[in-house]
């Protein structure tokens, strides 16, 4: 290490150690193919890719990328101009104002990627298209990374379609949940319905630059596609955008791992991929092989009518969204309300309201010990925290800047009041709030305070309110549930008939 550090300095050690996956301090290979890439300009075809056998006869699917770049002011970091940071931290994001590639057209074969793993599934339930590798007790992935590792299997796919929007889409996320799920939607003789949700990221930067990680909340979207994977009839991805946040932003400001990092958050208006409309073959041939129809030279389609799909079963969009969010997330077999509707439900069911209000998104994780994702991957998706919580509360998840501007819109006092009242109480980085149906806060609970005493040794707890229950082995749970009863206990004389 030394002696690398010597002939490559700091900043060269830097860029070394971003290639040397195995941090053997020896190049492989598979481990330059990206600077070898970079520097001739050809990016040989993936093993994966040369398993396919092309058929020339074979259905394509002409697929467009709309894509419009994210609002900078509606980052945290605009409020003061950007002070401090650096104008090259930034320059891939910046510079990122286009789709890498407008217009793509893949084999209709392609998407077999996206057929479920067997044919009697029942609608709903999920399967892994790319399972997640990760995990609370696994960690998580570098950060300091410029170039995706080669794609494999069905990640082939959903690589090639990310690089539409951007040269370094990885697959996986550096942090858990990563992969993709999908459902079905609907039933039918000879189509499949598949509606999916992939967890996945961008390296913006690139050498001499510091890392710079895109992270959008999701990507999801859905495909119709024949049993046999020959024709697609429709196929569309994109990015959420109906809140007022959706993608993470973290970025490096030095040449090592424990370097200082920059996070961040923003909303993205656009992106998205669909396809122009159902695969068509390049040629058609008779009964004795003849060619009735071909592609016109101009690159114009053969003209069909498609016949209407019948659907002999169905679910909603909303339902199937819910059981990818629930895959991914089995913390979310809790329904989580929007802000003002779980004040709503809770006044019409007469519940206390549990509700957790972080700076960050909830779909991606921050680097802070008490985060988000610690909560999620733990206490939230235990069993009897889910019991209590269906049973007793009416819960939600919510975003700092989301109750700031509900404070600060004054044409519903009663929801301005409401955040008010739990803006009081927020501290970094996650604040969990129990409160009555009229938004009076009667118990919180700051998630770093909750992870140091659910660290601490049992007789190390003074307080009562926390004290570990001889009921459940693990302190993280028994502690949220002591909290939660406490909460109850205490709305007692205002719930009353």
């Known amino acids: 290490q030394e002696l690398a550090l010597k002939s490559l300095g700091k900043e060269g050690l830097f860029l070394f150690s971003s290639l040397d996956t195995n941090k053997d301090l020896y190049l492989s290979p598979e481990e330059f193919k990206p600077i070898a890439e970079k520097l001739t300009g050809v990016a040989p075809v993936s093993e994966s890719e040369e398993e396919e056998t092309p058929d020339a006869d074979g259905e394509t699917l002409s697929i467009v990328a709309k894509f419009q770049p994210l609002l900078m002011e509606t980052m945290t970091k605009s409020k003061d101009g950007f002070l401090g940071i650096s104008h090259v931290a930034l320059s891939g994001l910046r510079n990122w104002t286009a789709p890498a590639a407008p217009m793509s057209v893949l084999l209709a074969r392609q998407f077999k990627a996206f057929l479920p793993p067997k044919d009697n599934l029942d609608l709903g339930d999920p399967w892994w298209i790319i399972p997640s590798e990760l995990n609370i007790f696994t960690g998580y992935l570098s950060n300091n990374r410029f170039y995706p590792p080669p794609p494999k299997g069905k990640e082939v796919l959903i690589h090639r379609l990310l690089s539409m929007f951007h040269p370094r889409p990885f697959v996986r996320t550096r942090f858990a949940p990563q992969g993709a799920v999908a459902c079905l939607q609907a039933s039918s003789s000879f189509y499949y319905p598949v509606a999916f949700r992939i967890h996945a990221e961008f390296q913006l930067n690139e050498p001499p630059n510091f890392p710079f990680w895109f992270s959008p909340g999701q990507f999801t979207g859905y495909i119709v596609l024949s049993k046999d994977s020959s024709h697609v009839r429709d196929f569309r991805l994109f990015v959420p955008n109906n809140r007022s946040l959706n993608v993470d932003m ?3 400001y030095g040449a090592s791992e424990s370097s200082n990092m920059e996070v961040d958050i923003g909303y993205l208006p656009q992106m998205e991929l669909e396809s122009t409309g159902p695969s068509v073959p390049s040629v058609i041939h008779d009964e004795d092989g003849k060619v009735l129809a071909s592609r016109d030279p101009s690159g114009e389609p053969i003209q069909f009518v498609f016949e209407e799909i019948t659907w002999q079963q169905q679910i909603p969009w909303q339902e199937a969204a819910h059981r990818l969010e629930v895959a991914m997330y089995p913390f979310k077999k809790v329904s989580y309300l929007p802000f003002t509707e779980a004040f709503e439900r809770a006044q019409a069911e007469k519940k206390l309201v549990h509700s957790i209000l972080l700076w960050a998104k909830p779909p991606v994780p921050l680097p802070v010990p008490g985060s988000g994702r610690t909560l999620r991957e733990t206490v939230l998706e235990s069993s009897p925290i889910l019991a209590l919580l269906n ?35 927020y501290n970094f980085p996650v604040e969990m709030i129990i409160c009555l149906p009229n938004g009076t806060v009667i118990h919180h609970l700051n998630a770093n305070y909750f992870l140091d005493i659910t660290s601490m040794k049992p007789e190390d707890v003074e307080s009562s309110i926390f004290s570990f229950s ?28």
């Open 470 to 497: 001889t009921n459940f082995e693990d302190p993280s749970t028994a502690t949220y549930l002591q909290f939660l009863k406490e909460g109850l206990h205490r709305a007692k004389p205002y719930l009353q008939p």
């Open 250 to 252: 973290e970025w490096l």
């Open 391 to 425: 049973e007793s509360f009416i819960s939600s998840w919510s975003l700092v800047k989301e109750l700031e501007e509900l404070q600060s819109n004054r044409e519903n006092e009663f929801h301005s009041k409401l955040a008010k009242l739990h803006l009081e109480k």
